[in-house]
């Protein structure tokens, strides 16, 4: 979305980096790719009704006007199961769950190709997650759109994801289809996350508890990020970058996998993870 420059990387869609553009080259993105954010109550004007909120992507990109346009915000409504009666409302007279719909109903209005929902479901309660979960794939399915689903909650992961990046500190630690990730980690860190999942019973598994804090960011590690919080952490994990290799379907940075470490197969996560 640009809101923010990276300070290092790339930022490649469709084929092309994206990093160089300049405002006036972005500005057809600007449309194409759109954002649901995590709070959103911080995100909605609440000195603007609904109409005015969805209006305005609609009225920047040149997309409708008139009649036309009210057609297409309640529409719109619809797509997100909300009343279209709720257009005259303001965003403080909506429920959470309600909100966070009318941030969906912003997102796609513009037609996009691409949506990034950043932690989109974190600040409802279980049912209300779920509804929307449902909701979103139900919108994907429609529109055809592509979802970039950022997420700390692995237990929706496998509802909405296709592919599957984990990352730990900035950096990717494993990455592959949804399948392979949740039902045979390899990272530790993942296993880890996947451990810590909650299950309706718990004595058919053991409980992981990931120990320690997460380092601060801003402190450069030397090696892998993980190393003061990993089970099988070893010397030559606190040397060099930690390079990412290809096993059974997926890309793993783990020194446990490169031939380097003690093992070519990591053990499954216990409670000491
Ligand atoms: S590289 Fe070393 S510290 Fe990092 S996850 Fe693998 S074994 Fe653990």
Redesign the pocket.
């Known amino acids: 979305m640009r809101l923010t420059d990276p300070t290092a990387g790339r930022i490649v869609y469709r084929g092309t980096d994206i990093l160089g553009y300049s405002r006036r080259a972005f500005r057809p993105l600007r449309r194409e790719i759109q954002m649901v954010f995590q709070d959103p109550g911080a995100s909605l004007n609440p000195s603007m009704t609904i109409r005015q909120t969805l209006r305005e992507p609609l009225k920047l990109h040149r997309l409708a006007q008139g009649n036309e346009l009210e057609a297409r915000l309640q529409e719109t409504m619809r797509l997100v199961q909300l009343e279209p009666a709720l257009l005259n409302r303001r965003a403080d007279q909506l429920s959470g769950g309600q909100k966070q719909r009318v941030g969906i109903a912003r997102a796609i209005a513009s037609n996009p190709a691409l949506v990034v929902l950043d932690e989109p479901t974190s600040s409802l309660d279980m049912s209300l997650r779920i509804v929307l979960l449902e909701l979103l794939e139900s919108l994907q399915e429609r529109l055809g759109m592509t979802y970039l689903f950022i997420t700390h909650d692995f237990s929706t992961v496998r509802h909405i994801a296709d592919r599957v990046v984990v990352m730990y500190l900035g950096k990717v630690?494993e990455s592959g289809p949804v399948d392979r990730i949740l039902d045979d980690p390899k990272?530790?860190?993942t296993q880890a996350l996947i451990a810590a999942i909650p299950i309706p019973e718990p004595r058919t598994r053991p409980r992981a508890r990931l120990e320690g804090e997460t380092p601060s960011a801003l402190r450069p590690i030397a090696?892998?990020p993980?190393?003061d919080r990993?089970p099988?952490?070893?010397p030559e994990?606190r040397e060099g970058e930690?390079p990412t290799v290809e096993i059974a379907g997926r890309d793993v940075?783990?020194?446990?996998y490169d031939g380097r470490?003690r093992r070519a197969e990591?053990p499954a996560a216990s409670g000491a993870a």
């Open positions: 630690v990272h530790p860190y090696g892998c993980f190393q990993c099988h952490v070893m994990c930690i940075a783990c020194l446990l470490g990591a």
